[in-house]
């Protein structure tokens, strides 16, 4: 059973993983953060795609989001990234949590990493 899912946006590659119960990693994926994507919102719905690919995804007791930049993870937004600059004031938060019932923390990949 799926407890956490951790996501690392990055200007190369998003990773999305998930740990059980034990923390133990029982899901790893990525893929190139820019294919196919022109937009926000594009970028966007590629992140609930692959929070979508996790194993039992809807059971999560949370999500937590790395992404590079300035991040106020108060209002849930990256306020400048350089690298995904497409999500820059975007409500990242607001949506994931609308889209998917969960709580969902975003902040800085330096300080959680």
Do not use: C, H
């Not at 196919?36 to 996790?54: M, T």
């Not at 039992?56 to 949370?62: L, Q, S, V």
């Not at 497409?86 to 949590?97: D, M, S």
Request: charge should be positive; hydrophobic fraction near 35%; charged fraction near 30%.
């Amino acid at each position: 059973m799926t407890k956490y899912i951790g996501i690392d946006i990055g200007g190369t590659n998003i990773r999305v993983g998930a740990i059980d119960e034990n923390e133990n990693i029982i899901y790893s994926y990525k893929e190139p953060t820019f294919k196919d994507v022109k937009i926000s919102i594009n970028l966007y719905e590629k992140i609930k795609r692959l929070i979508k690919k996790v194993p039992e995804y809807e059971k999560a007791k949370a999500v937590g989001i790395g992404a590079p930049g300035s991040v106020d993870n108060n209002i849930g937004q990256i306020i400048s990234s350089k690298n995904v600059s497409l999500l820059n004031n975007f409500p990242l938060v607001e949506k994931l949590k609308k889209d998917f019932k969960l709580p969902i923390y975003l902040e800085n990949d330096a300080r959680v990493a």
